[in-house]
């Protein structure tokens, strides 16, 4: 089982940036999927960005394409997510999970290990 923090997330006015961070730890992350996930008030958990560790290879909701950046640093055993031109929609509980596998997924179901979540607040 993999161990997830996130840290990163607060309060930004409409059209501004965040960066969260997702510490791993207990397993060797090369056979692993990363993945962002939000969960909005009254809202079904929804993924945002995915990135299989060993090759880099990164995937993108349709609503994010080209506003959020998923990356990892190898060394710190951490991956992030970078959010630019944040709106008000973009408001939410954000998770990051560990899938053991290479397959590129978003449902959450194939998401084994979780954190505990990290809110994101966008004022309009």
């Known amino acids: 089982q993999v161990q997830l923090v996130e840290s990163g997330g607060g309060l930004v006015q409409a059209g501004g940036s965040l960066r969260l961070s997702c510490v791993a730890s207990?397993?060797?992350?090369?056979?692993?999927?990363m993945g962002w996930f939000r969960q909005a008030p009254g809202k079904v958990r929804e993924f945002v960005a995915g990135?299989?560790?060993?090759?880099?290879?990164?995937y993108y909701a349709d609503s994010v394409k080209g506003r959020f950046t998923i990356s990892r640093d190898n060394a710190k055993n951490t991956v992030y997510l970078q959010m630019n031109t944040l709106k008000p929609e973009d408001t939410a509980v954000y998770y990051c999970?560990?899938?053991?596998?290479?397959?590129?997924?978003?449902?959450?179901?194939?998401?084994?290990?979780w954190g505990q979540g990290t809110q994101v607040t966008v004022s309009s």
């Open positions: 207990g397993r060797n992350l090369n056979a692993y999927v």
């Open positions: 990135l299989r560790w060993s090759s880099g290879n990164t």
């Open positions: 999970a560990a899938r053991n596998g290479n397959l590129l997924m978003t449902m959450p179901a194939f998401f084994g290990s």
